[in-house]
């Protein structure tokens, strides 16, 4: 009885890594000139102010506490506008359930051009979690400032936050 010859088949790494030297050899140049008709790539730019229809101008707001993956119920935040020397309060509020204020921040006629401030109290919110940090606390009081230059644009801010870091950004 004959048994046949096996073929050699190249190994799953040997296959993958030749997929990429193949793909990457045809963007770069060495397969033709794609790399070189392709102009350098630019950062996306808003093109206008973000308008909702029947929706004015509006700041809001949203936290997520990345510590525990939810969101930041619960967190207490006091929110300024600077007056030109210091911040100066506007209003404080709890976050609700969805991780956000109950209603915009700034909107209709309060909704100016300015310098302005969210004070987090992480700190207190860890501690109202229960949440096992080291004492003292390497955060404490997370101050999120931001400017509104446009009014007719509408800013939402996203913001996350840890015991360790946060971050935020203008969204719309």
């Known amino acids: 009885r004959m048994h046949p010859t096996p073929t050699p088949t190249p190994s799953r790494r040997r296959f993958a890594l030749s997929g990429l030297v193949l793909g990457a050899s045809a963007l770069t140049g060495t ?3 794609l790399a070189a008709d392709t102009p350098p790539a ?5 093109t206008g102010p973000i308008v909702l229809h029947g929706v004015s101008p509006r700041l809001t707001m949203h936290a997520v506490d990345t510590f ?3 969101a ?3 967190l207490r935040i006091d929110f300024s506008r600077f ?3 210091t911040y100066v309060p506007i209003r404080s509020f709890v976050v609700n359930a969805n991780g956000r204020a109950d209603e915009p921040l700034l909107i209709d006629d309060s909704y100016r051009s300015g310098r302005y401030e969210m004070l987090l109290h992480v700190d207190e919110y860890f501690a ?3 949440a096992k940090l080291p004492r003292p606390a390497f955060l404490s009081k997370v101050p999120v400032r931001f400017q509104i230059v446009n009014t007719a644009e509408r800013i939402h801010l ?9 971050t935020y950004s203008r969204g719309s």
């Open 128 to 130: 109202a979690k229960g």
């Open 72 to 74: 930041a119920t619960g």
């Open 158 to 166: 996203p913001i996350q936050f840890g015991p360790w870091s946060y």
């Open 83 to 85: 007056d030109g020397e």
């Open 31 to 33: 397969h033709g000139a």
């Open 42 to 46: 630019v950062p996306a730019q808003a």
């Open 68 to 70: 525990h993956g939810s």
